[in-house]
């Protein structure tokens, strides 16, 4: 399948996720070709001390969102799920994986500020399957914890 | 059609094709007006995407110096744009509305601004109050790259495009001006030529025509009155062409009539001349007898017989001049048409009988035949005056039969007519001269046959029969005689 095409058909996909099932877009989620924008909210955070006593390189912590469009809905779109490790007192490698309605995208990468990271879109399941491209985060509010998801989908 | 609804009509299509020329001419200044407008309002709508950008450069400007020193002085500029932004949005959509595709763009481009201050920057800012080393990371830095090049380079999209709305404007204004000034030059060349064509129809049709009545008219002046304008042209060309042979055909028709009167007077003059050497000539041989037995009887002692012979010759001669003066003096009255008739009820073979009795002996060469009916032939007329035709007709032939001869009378009815002929046996007449025998003073040549006359018998003998109401002619050639004839319209009621 051409490169262009595939992508065009994940961003129809995001979209009709977010619009069409339920899916949280921003007010114009759709902001250019290959972009969708989500916003999240922290629904919990867990963190596994496996090394010295305290945040530490090993440690690993999982973390779930709730996805949304609150303009259109008040009621959680899909989910995002965090597993990180962390690698330094601070710093994460970390795999997220999305539910949708139609499939499954997942990211990952390294995040030392959990207030402004990003992460490679690594692929997905079904409409996602083979899906590239990265997602930059940006929270929002401190509490409750909510963020800005913003897709850019290249494949 | 008239000449002057021709003009009027030139007039109008002239007038209808240079307005039409103006209609066109406003019709493309209109449009170069517009394509100026366009060309401006691009000029309007650049500045606005330049203001816009501006406000865009105070946005990331503000926020990257406060994210940069936390101070929140630095992000005074952020602070002012975002107040303004709304504004300048709106004004910038506003006027990119002239163009559905800049429109659209205009609007993506607001778009992605607002999604950068709502998504971006105000999170960034929030994110930077409190952790700042996040605000300013690789990530934030490296995102801010990407949105600001984005929006920068659809600024510069939307640039392009409206320098590209403008320079087309521009050069449609261009075309326009050029077009408009073609048009103007090609309805001024198209209104030249037209006035000129206009010029030369009007010399054509009515200045050519009048130079040649005006040639015509002095030809006529100079006395050439065969002179015609060839006929045709338009309305009252034609009519002044028509006219003006009118007057020349009523001019020659004038002279000729001059003319003729002119031979006329030469010819009565020449008559006079005539009757003047005939009166001369005529009274002289009477006169001459009469003075001359006159003497004879006064100066010689004549014995009685030769007395009365003389005096029956003075007698003959003064009747002979009695005779002359009267037929002058008939030849004037019929010249005046005052020849006065006493017409009654008359028998026309009695008159005719009467003037064979009276010629019968006045000649010994020639034997008078007459040849009347037994019935009368019954006629309302003069008897006089036709005893005087009869007489005139005998005397002719008696004098033109020198020779002697036969000369025969006959009288009859012949359907509704009277008919009286006079046949001799003499010189008759050659038929080149016979147009003129009922001419006054004509003679032929009995003058120089000398035979005596003095020309107005005849013409007075055929106004008299005319005068009656009837006719008279004859049939003659040279030396076989002739036949005199006259007839006159029978009587209603008979005596």
């Known amino acids: 399948m051409p490169r262009s095409l595939f992508m065009t058909l994940i961003v129809a996909g995001l979209a009709a996720a977010a619009l069409g099932y339920g899916w949280s877009a921003s007010s114009s989620a759709v902001t250019g070709p290959g972009t969708i924008r989500l916003t999240s909210r922290e629904i919990s955070r867990t963190r596994i001390d496996l090394g010295r006593p305290g945040r530490g390189v090993g440690d690993t912590e999982i973390v779930k969102h709730n996805l949304f469009n609150l303009r259109l ?83 | 059609m008239s000449l002057s609804a021709r003009m009027i009509a030139a007039s109008v299509i002239l007038a209808v094709l240079v307005a039409g020329g103006f209609g066109v001419l406003i019709s493309a200044m209109s449009a170069l007006d517009d394509a100026k407008q366009r060309e401006a309002h691009s000029k309007d709508v650049a500045v606005a995407a330049l203001a816009l950008e501006k406000l865009f450069g105070d946005l990331v400007t503000g926020e990257r110096g406060f994210i940069l020193t936390g101070e929140q002085r630095f992000l005074q500029p952020w602070t002012e744009a975002r107040k303004e932004l709304d504004r300048r949005v709106l004004e910038f959509e506003q006027l990119s509305a002239a163009n559905p595709e800049q429109l659209q763009r205009a609007r993506q481009l607001s778009a992605a601004i607002r999604d950068y201050v709502l998504f971006y920057s105000e999170p960034l800012i929030e994110v930077a109050r409190t952790n700042r080393a996040a605000a300013r990371g690789e990530v934030a830095e490296a995102e801010s ?35 408009a000034i ?22 054509r049709s009515t200045a050519r025509p009048v130079r040649a009545v005006a040639t015509a008219a002095s030809r006529l002046a100079a006395g050439d009155l065969s002179t015609r304008l060839s006929r045709g042209g338009p309305g009252e060309v034609g009519e002044l062409t028509a006219a003006f042979n009118r007057m020349a055909e009523e001019l020659e028709l004038s002279r000729a009539e001059l003319e003729s009167q002119n031979e006329q007077l030469r010819q ?174 004509f003679r032929g040549d009995a003058d120089v046959s000398g035979i005596p006359g003095t020309g107005l018998g005849l013409t007075i003998a055929r106004s008299v029969v005319e005068a009656h109401g009837g006719r008279m002619n004859f049939e003659s050639a040279r030396g076989q005689g002739s036949v005199f004839w006259l007839e006159l319209p029978i009587a209603a009621n008979g005596p």
């Open chain 2, 145 to 179: 790259k990407r949105l600001t090049d984005e929006i920068r380079r659809r600024f510069d999209t939307f640039r392009s495009e409206e320098d590209a709305l403008a320079a087309a404007s521009a050069s449609s204004a261009d075309r326009q001006s050029d077009r």
């Open chain 1, 73 to 155: 809905r008040s009621k959680p779109l899909g989910r995002a799920e965090y597993v990180c490790t962390y690698t330094t007192s601070f710093a994460r490698a970390c795999t997220v994986t999305i539910f949708m309605p139609r499939g499954r995208l997942i990211a990952g990468g390294s995040i030392r500020y959990n207030d402004v990271y990003e992460l490679a879109v690594l692929g997905g399941t079904r409409l996602y399957d083979d899906a590239r491209g990265t997602v930059t985060v940006i929270r929002t509010t401190r509490r409750p914890r909510r963020h800005i998801m913003l897709f850019r989908l290249t494949g």
């Open chain 2, 182 to 203: 073609g048009l103007a030059v090609t309805g001024l060349v198209v209104c030249a030529v037209l006035i000129v064509l206009f010029g030369v129809y009007l010399a």
């Open chain 2, 268 to 441: 009565s003059e020449r008559r006079k001349s005539e009757l003047v050497r005939i009166v001369s000539h005529e009274l002289r041989t009477p006169l001459a007898s009469v003075l001359g037995f006159t003497s004879v009887l006064l100066d010689r002692d004549v014995p009685p017989e030769e007395q009365r012979h003389y005096l029956d010759i003075v007698n003959s001669q003064a009747r002979r001049l009695s005779s002359l003066l009267n037929d002058f003096l008939d030849a004037e009255r019929l010249e005046e048409g005052e020849l006065e008739l006493s017409p009654k009820l008359i028998d026309m073979g009695a008159v005719v009988a009467e003037q064979v009795q009276l010629y019968k002996g006045q000649s010994a060469k020639h034997m008078l035949d007459a040849a009347l009916p037994p019935t009368p032939l019954p006629v309302h007329g003069d008897p006089n005056r036709l005893a005087q035709v009869i007489g005139n007709l005998l005397s002719n032939a008696i004098k033109y039969s020198p020779d002697g001869g036969t000369v025969h009378i006959e009288a009859e009815q012949v359907d509704s007519v009277i008919r009286v002929s006079v046949r001799d046996q003499g010189l008759g007449i050659p038929e080149e001269l016979q147009q003129r025998v009922f001419a006054k003073f």
